[in-house]
């Protein structure tokens, strides 16, 4: 999982130009938006087309839990995970 973890920090930092990030700057558990990493709403949709376009999650903004797997970079790693674990998928 950590590697995972840090696959979705790296992704991040490259999706959304934060090159004054490194992964280790960004906590697994930390929030992403607001008092956290401090993203907004326009770095959630780039998040979100990156993720499924590395991962290929399915990621719908209507749906309710989005706003939890979206919570912090443990939360994506789990959601990314088990969608991988469901499809059969492999890491990439």
């Not at 839990?65 to 443990?74: C, G, I, L």
């Amino acid at each position: 999982m950590k590697d995972l973890e840090l696959a979705i920090k790296q992704l991040i930092i490259d999706a959304l130009e934060l090159e004054e990030l490194t992964p280790a700057d960004i906590q697994s558990d930390e929030p992403l938006f607001e008092d956290g990493l401090g993203l907004d709403s326009i770095d959630a949709l780039e998040l979100g087309m990156a993720l499924q376009q590395k991962f290929g999650v399915k990621l719908d903004a209507e749906d309710k839990s989005t706003r939890e797997h979206f919570r912090s970079v443990s939360s994506l790693s789990k959601f990314v995970a088990t969608h991988q674990q469901a499809t059969g998928e492999l890491p990439q």
